[in-house]
Each structure stands twice: as C-alpha cells, then as structure tokens.
Nanobody, 122 residues
Framework: QVHLVESGGGFVQTGGSLRLSCAASGRTANSKAIGWFRQAPGKEREFVAAITWTGITYYEDSLMGRFTITRDNAKNTVYLQLNNLKPEDTAVYFC????????????????WGQGTQVTVSS
C-alpha cells in the first residue's frame, strides 16, 4: 500500500503561481513513477505530468512550459510547479503512483491521493 498526500493548492489570480507537493509513504519500493492529474467539474480526469524515480519527466504537451514536475527522493516527495496560471487550470489536482511504465491513462495508476483544489480567478 502506498499512501499519497497532496498539498499546496489554493486560490490565485490569473498569471499567478503555485507549487503543489505530493508526499509518498508506505510500500514505495515497487513504485516506478508518480503522476499528476487534474479534474475540473463536469470533466474527465486528465494527465498533467509524471516523473520516474530516476528523474525522467513526461508532460501533457499543452502544459509544458508552464508546469514543471520535480522530485526529492530523500523526502519521497514530488512537486508540481504551476506558473502563469489561467482560469482553465482550475481543477482538483491529484497525484498518483504507478508500478508500471509511465502512461497518461489514469487507470494505469494504482494509488491516489485525496486531491488539492486549485482555483484561478480571471
């Protein structure tokens, strides 16, 4: 069992920044990567970015350049830096763990955090 806890969400104005954190604990030995997803009201959960434990990163093409994923292995924590935020970035952001190769499909991730709300005002 892997336990994930997100933090860092909040309310910002257009153009603002936030840094989200995902702290992992439990049986992380089999973990291959942590992914970030987001879900806006009435929409499906969508892939944002992922990072392997060796530091290889993957991004949703449309978000690359504004969002940056990093990790601190010593702290078992993955970060998602959100810059130049737009109202359409408003969503609940989730991190998830997978023991499989990185995939943008949510179903490929076995463990999920509870999510953190990001709200961007216009």
């Amino acid at each position: 069992q892997v336990h994930l806890v997100e933090s860092g969400g909040g309310f910002v104005q257009t153009g603002g920044s936030l840094r989200l954190s995902c702290a992992a604990s439990g049986r992380t030995a089999n973990s291959k990567a942590i992914g970030w997803f987001r879900q806006a009201p009435g929409k499906e959960r969508e892939f944002v970015a992922a990072i392997t434990w060796t530091g290889i990163t993957y991004y949703e093409d449309s978000l690359m350049g504004r969002f940056t994923i990093t990790r601190d292995n010593a702290k078992n924590t993955v970060y998602l830096q959100l810059n130049n935020l737009k109202p359409e970035d408003t969503a609940v952001y989730f991190c998830a763990d997978t023991s499989r190769p990185v995939d943008p499909e949510p179903d490929e991730y076995e463990y999920w955090g509870q999510g953190t709300q990001v709200t961007v005002s216009s």
